[in-house]
Each structure stands twice: as C-alpha cells, then as structure tokens.
C-alpha cells in the first residue's frame, strides 16, 4: 500500500527533526546551472561551425520546399542519437588521478586541474554516465523530436570536426557512422561551479540541422540513484542546445524583437510557432512572442527562455524545471531545418498558464503581477517554512540583502537593496526548495 506523504506532515517531521535544512541559497546551490553563453564557449562553438561548414548527408530524393518550410515524402522518425565514447577511455582525456590535468573542453588547448578523488573518472562513473544517463536522456528526446532519417551512414567533414581535444575517429570521416542522425561526442572532466555538463554544435548538414555535437559532462556530478532524474535532465537541456535551442538561432533576423517589459527592454522570439504557443498558452493575446533570458553572463543575447516566466520549462538558464514544453518545440520547428515535432504533446508548463498578459507586462510585487500566486515577500531575517510552487519539496522564500542598490527594475522592497535570490527571477523572490527535504508517493 502507497502512502502519500503530505507537505504539511512533512514540514511537521522537518520541524521536529534536529536534522539540519539545507537551503539551496545557503549551501551552495545545489540546482544546476548552465554555461552554454559563457563567451569562450560560445565562441568555439561559432568557430567550429564556420569552419566546418555543411556536412552534406543523403536523404530521400523527394525532399522539397513548399511555402518556405521542409517537407518529406519520407516519414520522420525519432532522432537517432549515437554517443561516441572514446574521450572517457583514451589516455590523457579526462582525470585518471587525484593530480596533473585534464582538457576542460570548453575551448581547444584549456585544461583544468585534477585536485580531489571525486574528479577522477573511475569504471563505475563511466559504466553510470554511458549506460544509465545518457540512454535515459535519448529515450525522453525522441518522445518529442523526430527527423527524416540519413540514408546510409552519417559522415563528419574531417577528425577535427569537434576540435582538437574532442576524438573523432578516422572511420567517422571515411565510412561515417551508421544508424545515426546526431552524433555527439562525450568527454568528462571536472567543471568548477554547479554546472553538471556543457554541450554544443560542431556541424550541421545541408538544411542547417545540427548533425555532429559534442559534451562535458562533469566527473564529480556523476551518480546514480541520488540526483538522477536532475542529470538526465541536464543532459536533455545540453542536447537541445545543440538542436538549436541556442543565441545563434534566437537572434538570427527575422525570428526576434524588441520591448519594453516591467520597465527594461528585453529580447523576444517572434517566429509564428512560438508567438502562436505563448498566446494561446498563457491567454494573453497581444504577446509579441517569448522572452529569452537576459541575464546571461555574455549579455542579454541569452541562449534560454526568461526563467521568471516560463520557469516550468526545460529550456530556462538554471533551476530544476525539466518539462520540454511547447515553447521549445515550437521553436524546433519554426528553425525550418527537418525537426517534425507535435508542438500539443509538448509537458505542460503550470507556471503562468492562463494567466493572461499580466506577469508579462507588470512586476511580480503588483498585483496584476501575480504576486499572491508564485512569490515570497518575507522578511531576509525571518524567512518561514512554506511549500514550493509545485508542492513537492518543502522550502523558505529565496530572498537576501546585496550589498549595493539592485536595479530600479529589480526593485521590491523598501529597502533597495534586498531582493531574491536569483537574477534568473529578475530578483522576484520564490520559495527554493532545501536540498535534503523531498516529498513524495510511497
């Protein structure tokens, strides 16, 4: 018999519990975040891409354009993506002890220190990442994505497809490789910070679909049976990013405007699909399109959707949403490079549906901001107990004091410098979830 644990009973438990709450703000966040607009790792990505140029694939001879977009006599299928593992053997790719150093994938010729046990990449991490992580990444992509299948075997345009410290073996640029519509290849090195993995484009085929990827995936961040729904969460993000989830695609003209929100000028992605899912998703039927996060570290042309409004979303810069929505799939599909997706089957986003224009156009410390409904305004010194927005872990409001003046536009409180936590929010605080507290059906 299941027994579902309340999180009423189980803030009760908490508050009796000598057990110390570890708070994701306090401990270090222990929710992920992402480095793919980190400035170098954005620039290699372009310099690969430019210097690879198309890597030209058989497909179906019938492929034509019909009104601008792609369409196939043959039936799309799920994606087929092979990992190639040779970085997570070969000597010298990753740490194989407590010392020295390993390439940091990040760009060509950067390594990074090997300096603790936990950054060693021993049988089991690599049994964990090849046989667990990465198949249960795959298996959630192709409920959503398909392609129209390579005909024969998938080539690369040379060895140094993927850049020098990535292996691309011989036969992947002569016969190429078969059964496959992305290849990426995988490595695993330490990452500083609380990024699990990284992941980026190589080259892509005559329609501009992504067809050689590579990744990092984080030695330390490698278990299973603890965090594991969260790493193949992170790989699904990484992999879409090589899709095209990414800047490069956002800003390209035509796809992307401008506006004044909540009193700060942001970017949006306006291709018809998208303005089509957001209006009808949230009920507001003046959007323009879908806000891409502006607080990237390489500046407001980010590769994520706003977090404080589509905070559900696979595709927001740091968190644990984990639903590949609409949103993401409609963007797939409005790239024009071979993606056949359902955008209706996309995992529901609950934050901001039907909530009309309302946490689009107005701060969250109004009311037509919502206020009420998915933020914290408590005290920095008496934060309390409380649930979190999809009542599956218990928490306390994410808010703090900086120790200069936020931005107007990050404004809530009386005093200017206090405010949430996250920049990814626009500083509106939320309740975040202690690391060590989980509600569940039992």
Known sequence: MRTIRTLAFAALLCAASSLHLAHAADAGATAPTCLHDEPDIQREQARLLQRNGAAVQAYAPSVHTQGGRLFHAQQAQPIRIVF????LTEAGAFCANASGTAPSYRQEGETVACTKEAHVLTDAKRA?????ILPAAVAKLQRFIAVEPVQGNLRASSTSTCGGDFTVPA????????NADLVVYVASSPILGSTVAFAGACQQDQNGRAVFGRMNFDTEAIEWGVRDQLLVDAVVHEMLHVMGITSSEFFRAGR?????KRGKTVRMVTTPSVRSFVRQWSGCSTLEGAEVEDEESSGPEGSHWERKLFYDEMMTASGSASAISGLSLSFLQDMNVGYTVTVAAGETMYWGANDGCGPHDNKCDTAAGLRDKYFCF???SNR???CTFHRD??????VGTFASALPSYFQYYSASNVGGTSSFMDKCPVIVAYTNRKCSIE
């Open 393 to 398: 872990s218990i928490g306390s409001c994410g």
């Open 378 to 380: 408590d005290d920095p």
């Open 128 to 132: 964990i990442l090849r046989d667990n």
């Open 84 to 87: 190639s593992f040779e970085d």
């Open 256 to 260: 992307n405007t401008t506006a004044t």
């Open 171 to 178: 036969s992947h640029a002569s016969t190429g490789v078969p």
């Open 384 to 386: 309390q107990n409380n």
